[in-house]
């Protein structure tokens, strides 16, 4: 297999058909681009679940080739879009000339729910005086981070979460198409830890997909180093810190996370999430020490001490265990 080329790009979907399960959205799409004159679009929805993409189908259905780069700006709007690009580069942009009378010109934003507020406020009166001419596609995953303003001069689209056969079936067809091989033996375990790690995102499992290749890992498959390199507790390191809360050995349990060379914490607790049920925990507990694992993850997104965290979570999670009779 060539690895010049990311395997994300070399089989990204270029047809609305080609989009793994988003049949609503799709539907209602192809009918909005049988005419020109479509409205500015907001593609709502987790990671991974095919919104660049549609936004890229959407911009070559109206441009012609060589007008892709002219008429065509995509931006990852959480790294640049700021005051100063708003007020300069992005209205130069739309006040270019078009190529030809009647094309039109486009400007994708992803993860547009990143841009702060003040400068939402300015790319609002931007989209508010731009001509018939210029469509503005935003990508977001949280569409509540996007001011109203934009919302209402937007047709929305939510993206779903993909479900694990079709990430699945689209592994396997990848796998396929580059002559993979994979062992028939572990081939099902593979397939549902490529999943486990994307958490749903296709476009992660097929970078986990490409990165196992590059690395080696397939002829001699060894899912343990798959999962170390993709930030997880390998199997050995996961049983032995369930006995370890089983027991309700805080001091063991902690030594174990921090023997850990490369902690992942966001990637922890999702293995966290999926050992509870092993554990044994008390029932009526069950629900609460959810939401305390929920504010856990937000404590570390705002930056918070990731060991300490950590071991909190550890003992909280061993006072809730039932006690052995």
Known sequence: MSLETPLVEKYRPQKFDEIVSQSIAITNLKEF?????????????????????????????????????????????????????VRNVLKNFVDQNLVRDGSLKFVILDEADNIPGQVQQALRRIIEKTSNNIKFILLCNYINRIIDPIISRCAVFRFVSLPKEMIIERLKYIAEKEKLNIPSKQSGEFYNQLFFISGGDLRKAINTLQMSVALDLIENLDINEILKISGFLDEKTLNDLVLALQNKDFMKSREIIKSIEILDSRNFIRQIIEILPLVNIIPEKDISLRIFIGEIDYRISQGADEQIQISALLAHIIENIQSKK
């Not at 002219?70 to 990852?76: A, G, K």
């Open 33 to 85: 681009v049988k005419s020109t004159n479509i409205p500015h679009l907001i593609f709502t929805g987790p990671a991974g679940t095919g919104k660049t993409s549609t936004a890229l189908i959407i911009a070559r259905h109206f441009l012609k080739d060589e007008e892709m780069d002219t008429n065509l700006l995509e931006l990852n709007a959480s790294d640049t879009v700021r005051i100063d690009f």
